[in-house]
Each structure stands twice: as C-alpha cells, then as structure tokens.
C-alpha cells in the first residue's frame, strides 16, 4: 500500500517526506483558521445587525497581532520552531472551543447580544496573539526543511496550499451554516487542527537558527533596521499595505451577501473564497512562468486593477458578476503575493526569516484587520456601496501616486 506522502498528486510536488508532512498539516490548520471568518461575520451580523461590528472583528485581531508581531520574530528566531507551533496550534484550538461556545444558540439566549458580541472579540483577540507568533514560525520553519537550491520552490508550494486551504475552509463553511447550525459548522474548525498537530509531531525538531545573545528589543532593531536598509522590500510592503487597507472589501461580506446579493451563507462562502481562487489561479501560472523582468511595473498595474476590481464588486447587484470581480482582484493579489514573497525568499537570510517575517506580518496585518476596521467605519458613517467605491478609488489613488512620484518602484527588478 503507498504511504499517503506517495500519492500521485501528492508527490509531484514533494521535496521531501517532511516538507511534504508539513504542506499537508499546514492545509489541514488553514482549513479549519479560514472557515472561521466565515462563521463568525455571518453569525455576528445575524447578533448585531452592525456593519461597524464587522469592522470591530478585524480590530479585535489586528490590536494583539501587531503589538506583539516583532517581539515574536525575536522569539521565532530563538525558538524550536516545531515545537513553537505546536504550541500555538493547541493554543488556536482551545480558542476555537471558546468560539464554538460563544457563537452557539444557548449562549446567544443565555446573555445579551451585547455579551455574545464581546466574548467573541476577546476570543478572537486570542487568535491574534496566538498568530503573531505561528505567522513567523511557519514562514520561518519552512526554510528548515528544505535544501537552499529547492527554497524558492518551496515558498511557491507553501503559498498555494495556504490557498488551497483558504478557498476549502470557507466555501465548505458556507455550506456547513446554511444547511446546519453555527455549532455543527465549529466541529471541522475543531478536528483539522487536532490533525494538523499529529502530523507536526512526525516532524523531527531543527535546530535553532540564531544563537544570538541580543536582548529581545535589540533583536527587534535588527528586524527593523535590515527591513529599512532592504528599499525594494520595505517599498513593496508599503504599497500592499496601503493598497488592501483601503481596497479591501472582505469585512463587509456578511452585509453585501445578506443585505444586496440575497445569497445566504452558502453564497458568502463562495464569495470569501473568489478571491483565493484568483490568488490559486494566479500563484500556479506564475510558478510556472514566473516575472523575469519589469517586477515592480507589473505590481503598480496589478495594484491598479485590484482597485478597478473592487469598484465593479461595488457597483454590482449580480451574484456572479461579484464572485468573478472577487476572484479578478484575486489573480491581481496573487501577482503581488509572489513577487513580494519572492523578494523576501532572496534577499533575507536565514538567521533574520523571524524577525523578517514578523515586520512582514506586521504590514500584512495592517493592510487586512485594519483595513476590515477601515471599511466597517466607513459603511457606517457613509453606507455599504459607497464606502466600498471609496475604497476602490483609494487604490487606484495608491498606484497612480506611487507610478508618478516613486519611479524606483517602477523600474525595480530582481
């Protein structure tokens, strides 16, 4: 009998047993992380009826996230690697028991819609603590598993099964709290990270990338300072971050497929998960033929047509006219995806991946949770479609401004 990391499909793209027991049980986690968003705008809407506590949710996440983001780069870089996940993927776990609680029917009839509301923010404010660490720790810990020569390779891989994940997890949510319950819809949110740690264990722990003797704030001045000095990747996070905390729409989901599409919560999964499929679709055609020149044009113009994207998901009231302007945007992230994870796979060495990728984490973090809270605010003070055309036009403000003022992001290659 073939072992599963002997599976056809599987092992094509393998490069070694435990990079490929890692992909697997990084697939599994994300999975059950991704139906989350899903499960809990849907249910904190039906709670509240609040488009600014949508807004909230990702400010919930973000707070702890970045507070914590580069005293956990130094911890990564300090760390069994292994074992820090584990940790953290426990650590998720017990979260998601609390949330399988605080979003069921019993607690939303035992207290207030007011109480239910926050005990699932504070939960989730777990989850960003817990991931300012597991962000850094996976990106880190990949580098440990493979040969120097396969890395760039394997960063592809990585990138498309979290993709993978992230278009199961929500999409199967959807389905999960149309024809059951939130409750029955927590159950999967509660094994596959179960799972996820199993395999972990297989893997055999690594040794510690840096022995340095720095104290955590001098660690964090390392971060920063080796992110100031790299002007190619310190540009490109700038221009992401900008570009999503306006652009982004995801927050405000719930409210577009309840409110204006009449799509449920099996239609909201799709629509969470378009934009994954854009980044699936875009990151399997560039790996196999990647940007060889012109990179950082092409990011200005794949910024430009997010914008435009996210104006025609605005503008429109069809169903499929917005699952496709989302996953349009999501080949236009894709493409950013890969050439700033690219530039961070080249040029960052491996006793600074921690610390690197807690600043990275950091813009990233930026960009989604405070770009959630950014567009809940502003459905509340401006309204649902306007504040979304607001958000558009500030992308494509974003790509034009940069296009013109900064030619050395124009002209940037690699």
Request: net charge positive; hydrophobic share 60%; proline share 2%.
């Given at each position: 009998m073939k072992r599963w990391y002997q599976i056809p499909?599987?092992?094509?793209?393998?490069?070694?047993?435990?990079?490929t027991t890692y992909i697997v049980a990084r697939i599994l986690f994300i999975a059950g992380l991704r139906m989350t968003p899903v499960l809990l705008g849907w249910r904190l809407y039906q709670i509240t009826g609040s488009k600014l506590a949508l807004g909230i949710l990702g400010l919930s996440e973000v707070i702890p996230a970045i507070a914590l983001a580069l005293p956990a780069g130094v911890r990564v870089d300090r760390s069994d690697k292994r074992k820090l996940l584990i940790t953290c993927m426990g650590l998720y776990l017990v979260l998601m028991a609390g949330?399988?609680?605080?979003?069921?029917?019993?607690?939303?009839?035992?207290?207030?819609?007011?109480?239910?509301?926050?005990?699932?923010?504070?939960?989730?404010?777990?989850?960003?603590?817990?991931?300012?660490?597991?962000?850094?720790?996976?990106?880190?810990?990949?580098?440990?598993?493979?040969?120097?020569?396969?890395?760039?390779?394997?960063?592809?891989?990585?990138?498309?099964?979290?993709?993978?994940?992230?278009?199961?997890?929500?999409?199967?949510?959807?389905?999960?709290?149309g024809y059951t319950n939130i409750t029955v819809a927590f159950i999967p949110v509660l094994?596959?990270?179960?799972?996820?740690?199993?395999?972990f264990k297989r893997i055999t722990p690594k040794p510690i990338s840096w022995q340095g003797n720095a104290k955590t704030w001098e660690g964090v001045k390392e971060g920063l300072h080796f992110v100031w000095n790299q002007k190619a990747l310190l540009s490109v996070m700038t221009l992401d971050m900008f570009a999503v905390l306006f652009g982004g729409a995801v927050a405000l989901l719930p409210a577009f497929a309840n409110d204006i599409?009449?799509?449920g919560p099996q239609g909201l999964g799709w629509l969470v998960a378009a934009t994954y499929i854009g980044n699936f679709i875009a990151l399997v055609w560039f790996t196999k033929r990647p940007l060889k020149k012109k990179q950082g044009k092409a990011l200005l113009i794949v910024v430009a047509g997010f914008g435009l994207c996210i104006?025609?998901?605005?503008?429109?009231?069809?169903?499929?006219?917005?699952?496709?302007?989302?996953?349009?945007?999501?080949?236009?992230?894709?493409?950013?995806?890969?050439?700033?994870?690219t530039i961070v796979q080249l040029f960052v060495p491996d006793e600074m991946r921690g610390r690197v990728s807690a600043v990275n984490s950091m813009f990233i973090n930026s960009s989604n949770e405070l770009g959630q809270f950014e567009s809940g605010v502003a459905a509340a003070a401006m309204g649902l479609v306007p504040s979304v055309i607001f958000g558009g036009c500030m992308t494509l403000l974003v790509a034009i401004v940069t296009w013109v003022k900064h030619p050395t992001i124009r002209k940037f290659e690699y």
């Open positions: 499909f599987l092992s094509q793209f393998a490069i070694n047993t435990e990079f949330l399988t609680v605080a979003t069921s029917d019993w607690y939303t009839k035992q207290y207030s819609n007011n109480i239910a509301a926050w005990t699932i923010y504070f939960l989730i404010a777990g989850t960003g603590a817990v991931r300012a660490y597991s962000g850094a720790a996976f990106n880190a810990f990949l580098a440990q598993l493979v040969p120097t020569g396969s890395l760039v390779k394997a960063a592809s891989i990585n990138s498309i099964a979290w993709l993978i994940a992230a278009v199961i997890g929500p999409a199967f949510a959807g389905l999960l709290m094994l596959l990270p179960a799972v996820a740690i199993i395999l599409l009449k799509v104006l025609v998901f605005a503008l429109s009231k069809s169903y499929w006219l917005s699952f496709f302007a989302l996953l349009a945007s999501g080949l236009f992230d894709g493409v950013s995806i890969i050439i700033r994870s």
